[in-house]
């Protein structure tokens, strides 16, 4: 089995992803340059946090449109699990690999802080290692994680199960006071169509070993090598 | 021919516009009531068409394929000939 993290310029979570992967989950990892393309079969493709291309235009714009995204949708087509951490989401939402986009805040500044999402859904390839409802506690760091999209992708989502994360509160509740960024729903993890990529706005790699404060998002990726290990 | 297209994209209406929000605190707190304030970003872009309406069609792809996301923009182009 062997796992890719993607690399644009502006990245900064490439290395902490491939540090979680190989050395504390103990999967081979591959740190793949854009440029150099998905030259092999991945069981996983993690697209890290950073600030790809100074998130000129959009967050995510300019490297959702580089020639190596076509080789992560054909990862995908193919049923390869893909991973995108914050501005990889924001990168993913881009590319089309899920519906909506994650946009600036509510209230327009960078927030970096612990939070609690409650677990949606655990029957997909990245949660299946948590228990449904299940608060777990993993940090955000973002100036565009609100998620949005209309009223019929929300409901169309919901319907198909697709949202994986929740801002919550230490309870479990979902409330107004505990979404920090405005995100519709409180939303911050979707599934892709067919449950094999996964974009969410929180960095499950800085919550992945109890010297960081919470190994709660170890479980993404360990559910992910579990899901692999099993086809 | 040369064209210049400036292409403006703006957020759709109803979008949350948390710029345009923060600006208008700033401008009240000057005295200045408002009653909306909208932001947009424009892009002057120079390209060769052989006629106008090609020149436009070139921008709307633009638009399309990058400097817009439909989930949240509108666009509009319009093309001058130099």
């Known amino acids: ?231 | 021919m040369n064209f210049e297209v400036r292409i403006m994209i703006s957020l759709k209406s109803g979008m949350l516009n948390p710029e345009a929000r923060a600006i208008q605190h700033a401008l009240s707190d000057l005295g200045f009531e408002t009653e909306s304030l909208r932001t947009s970003r424009v892009f002057d872009i120079g390209i060769e068409a052989e006629n106008e309406q090609e020149a436009k069609k070139q921008a709307e792809e633009m638009c399309v394929r990058l400097l817009a996301n439909p989930v949240i923009h509108s666009y509009s182009v319009e093309v001058k000939q130099l």
Not at chain 1, 186 to 196: A, E, P, Q, R
């Open chain 1, 1 to 231: 089995m062997r796992f890719a993290v993607l690399q644009f310029g502006g990245s900064n979570c490439d290395r902490d992803a491939v540090h979680v992967l190989e050395d504390v989950c103990g999967v081979d990892t591959d740190l793949v340059w854009y440029k150099d393309g998905l030259k092999r079969d991945y069981e996983g493709v993690v697209i890290p946090g950073g600030f790809s291309y100074g998130d000129y235009l959009r967050a995510g714009a300019i490297a959702a449109r580089t020639p190596v995204m076509k080789d992560l949708v054909r990862h995908s087509e193919k049923g390869g699990l893909i991973l995108g951490i914050c501005n990889g989401a924001q990168i993913g939402a881009e590319a089309g690999l899920i519906p909506g986009v994650f946009t600036i805040n509510e209230y327009p500044k960078f927030v970096c802080r612990k939070v609690c999402l409650r677990v949606e859904n655990n029957s997909s390839p990245f949660t299946s290692l948590y228990r449904e409802g299940e608060v777990v506690k993993i940090p955000i760091a973002h100036k565009e994680g609100r998620f949005v999209a209309p009223a019929d992708v929300l409901k169309h989502l919901e319907d198909e199960e697709r949202v994986a994360f929740r801002f919550c509160d230490e309870n479990g509740e979902v409330t107004p006071q505990s979404n920090p960024n405005g995100s519709a729903g409180n939303i911050t993890g979707v599934l892709g169509k067919n449950d094999n990529v996964l974009l969410m706005m929180p960095h499950p790699e800085r919550a992945s070993e109890d010297i960081l404060g919470s190994s709660d998002g170890k479980k993404i990726f360990d559910s992910m090598i579990k899901y692999a290990e099993s086809m």
